[in-house]
């Protein structure tokens, strides 16, 4: 993704006025940015009925500290505008929108899986939970990595934490202002994170400028008292396209 989102803005840089060429965003007003056409993007990402399984409910696996901050979210979504985002198996099923006709594949693959979700087992992978708040374009997600992610021994390993932190970039920028390809990824690894243990990761919109998402992240423990990692990530915009009907 991150390759393909920089042939992406090489494109824009120097062929915007081809024909084929990927449409790209106007520059987002910020007092628009949460008009009617995010209400439509929220109902896709957010639909009231489906059939699809939801991987960020709680299971036996999860340890008490994710079960009680799920509960403390849980209950913001009430009063607070905060949204629990739902965790499906593939992007496709989260979006329902294509990539421009120059960026799509075709894939014979019927059984696509986000990277963070590869591992069926409960507990013994990517255990998480993502909440949202629109207003203030930022999310929580609360992370318990299982032992197929270990490092060092006894330890998680820090490709899981980082590749964790990009896919909840990519959830954030897409409903905060149609963030799609990660431009840059860059992380600072401070403390080891114990295996099954509960990570805390805060992430935030700085601003949104140039068809570009600027976000940032900060990862702890429950307490705050001990900082994982800390992150920044510039993400591109662009429009997706409406499936083409059957």
């Given at each position: ?11 824009v840089g120097h062929h915007r006025g081809l ?46 500290d994710m079960l009680c901050l799920y509960q ?106 149609e963030g799609v390809f990660t431009l840059s ?62």
């Amino acid at each position: 993704m991150i390759r393909r989102g920089f042939q992406v803005a090489a494109r824009v840089g120097h062929h915007r006025g081809l024909l084929g060429a990927p449409r790209i965003l106007p520059r987002l007003n910020p007092a628009s940015a949460f008009g009617s056409s995010t209400d439509s993007m929220f109902s896709r990402f957010l639909p009231e009925k489906t059939d699809l399984k939801d991987d960020a409910l709680p299971n036996a696996s999860w340890c008490l500290d994710m079960l009680c901050l799920y509960q403390e979210f849980l209950e913001k979504t009430k009063s607070s505008g905060w949204i629990k985002l739902p965790s499906f198996k593939s992007n496709r099923d989260h979006i329902g929108l294509n990539l421009p006709s120059g960026l799509a594949v075709s894939s014979d693959k019927g059984d696509c899986r986000i990277f963070t979700r590869c591992i069926q087992v409960e507990g013994q992978g990517f255990e998480y939970v993502i909440f949202f708040q629109p207003s203030k374009k930022k999310s929580v997600c609360l992370f318990q990595p299982g032992p197929y992610l270990e490092g060092p021994p006894g330890f998680t390993h820090s490709g899981s934490l980082a590749a964790m932190m990009d896919e909840t970039f990519s959830k954030t920028a897409f409903l905060a202002g149609e963030g799609v390809f990660t431009l840059s990824f860059n992380i600072r690894f401070k403390n080891l994170i114990p295996m099954s243990s509960l990570v805390v990761m805060d992430i935030e919109v700085g601003k949104i400028e140039d068809q570009k998402l600027y976000m940032s992240c900060i990862a702890h423990s429950r307490d705050q008292q001990t900082v994982y990692t800390k992150s920044s990530g510039v993400l591109l915009q662009l429009r997706l396209e409406e499936e083409s009907p059957q």
